[in-house]
């Protein structure tokens, strides 16, 4: 029998996780740390835990992802986005793992109007995307590319845990009970990204030992709008809501926040999927199997 992975996992209480942690491949030993383990903004810790626990990868799946907050905190999401992977990637130099570092299409400004190359350069807007790429460099100092995998994503979304999803079903719910319209940004492309298709795609990257840059999200192209549009439809049909909310488009502008997001932010994901020989799936198909493990409203 072969002797299993070791993989040392950071935000096992987030949304990626906790799909991780619920879809851990036979093989796998798995130390799965939250912030109660391991406080990220600690590289001592980092270093240490590393030592501590020998693993053969760091699976860094934890993160400061507070996109408009970071704006004001921005000493806290360079120590967890920048400090954090740059520590485990020093760390595991001199012992020989490998780290998976998850990141963002945030690192690019979103203005160039077609999909993001893996190997393009980055240019982030904000705080939250700079600490994120900051943590790209560290890493890519530290590892040579055969043991470091940059898997960036988009628009990630489960479940459970805070995010758009769940959100706009709140909201759909609010909203159509008052007979209110729901106002969603509509200029800003991307594409959504549910967590079991990114936990799958991440545990693939390790049963491989795949390195290099990488881009995994699900297939196709939306706005927020059309999310929240198909959000809505999907969630009726399945019963979660009594009926959408007429969803309205707005732009960037009217609807301010402390940062500035791309505009068009969608990674090209075409030569990771041949990589790790998974085909992806539409954001519509994912969406409908995040829905059908929401439980229904109670009667
Ligand atoms: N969410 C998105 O839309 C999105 C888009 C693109 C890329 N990504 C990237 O995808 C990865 C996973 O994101 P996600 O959506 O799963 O994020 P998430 O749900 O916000 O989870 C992040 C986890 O990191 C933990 N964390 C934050 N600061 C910490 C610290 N100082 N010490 C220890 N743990 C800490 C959080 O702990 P608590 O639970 O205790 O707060 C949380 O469990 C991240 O690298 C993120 O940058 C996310």
């Not at 391991?38 to 810790?45: E, H, K, R, V, Y």
């Not at 993160?63 to 921005?74: F, K, N, S």
Request: net charge neutral; proline share 8%.
């Amino acid at each position: 029998m072969p002797e299993p992975v070791r993989v040392l996992l950071t935000g096992r209480d987030g949304q990626l996780g906790r799909a991780l942690v619920a879809s851990v491949p036979a093989g796998i030993d798995l130390i799965a740390t939250g912030r109660g383990e391991l406080d990220l903004a600690d590289p001592g810790a980092c270093r240490a835990a590393v030592g501590r626990h020998r693993p053969d990868w760091v699976l860094n799946a934890g993160a400061y992802t507070a996109v408009d907050r970071a704006e004001a905190e921005a000493e806290l999401a360079g120590a967890v986005n920048a400090g954090a992977p740059g520590a485990f990637a020093e760390a595991l130099a001199s012992g020989g793992g490998r780290l998976l570092q998850v990141s963002t299409d945030f690192v690019f400004d979103g203005e160039q109007g077609h999909p993001y190359a893996p190997e393009q350069p980055l240019r982030p807007l904000g705080v939250y995307g700079a600490t994120k790429a900051e943590g790209e460099r560290r890493a890519a100092a530290a590892l040579p590319p055969e043991r470091l995998c940059l898997l960036r994503t988009s628009w990630v979304y489960g479940p459970v845990g805070a995010n758009f999803c769940l959100t706009m079903l709140r909201l759909h719910r609010a909203r159509a009970a008052a007979g209110e319209p729901l106002k969603v940004v509509a200029d800003q492309v991307g594409c959504p990204t549910a967590t079991p298709g990114l936990a799958a795609a991440c545990w693939r990257v390790i049963e491989r030992g795949v390195g290099g840059h990488h881009h995994w999200s699900d297939c196709g192209a939306a706005s927020w709008y059309d999310f929240a549009v198909a959000i809505g439809a999907q969630a009726a049909v399945r019963g979660l809501i009594d009926a959408p909310a007429r969803v309205k488009p707005i732009t960037t502008a009217d609807y301010p926040t402390p940062a500035r997001r791309p505009a068009y932010s969608l990674l090209d994901g075409s030569t990771t999927r041949r990589t790790l020989e998974l085909e992806g799936q539409h954001w519509q198909a994912a969406l409908a199997e995040v829905l059908a493990q929401i439980p229904l409203p109670k009667a």
